[in-house]
């Protein structure tokens, strides 16, 4: 296999995205959390959006 770090840098210039699916539990949350670790990446999660706005009763438009 070939590094990582490696498979980062060359592609550092380009803009990424990851979509992580699978079911509840799935270990999606546990996936991304080890992926912003290890890489200098932003993770956001729709479903803490959506409990964010519900709990603070914004305007979902």
Do not use: C, Y
Request: hydrophobic letters at 45%; charged letters at 25%.
């Amino acid at each position: 296999l070939q590094d990582p770090n490696l498979i980062f840098m060359a592609s550092a210039s380009r803009f990424m995205r990851f979509i992580i699916m699978g079911p509840p539990g799935g270990g999606k949350g546990t996936i991304a959390e080890r992926i912003v670790r290890d890489f200098p990446i932003k993770s956001l999660a729709s479903g803490d959006l959506l409990r964010h706005h519900m709990a603070i009763k914004s305007r979902l438009r």
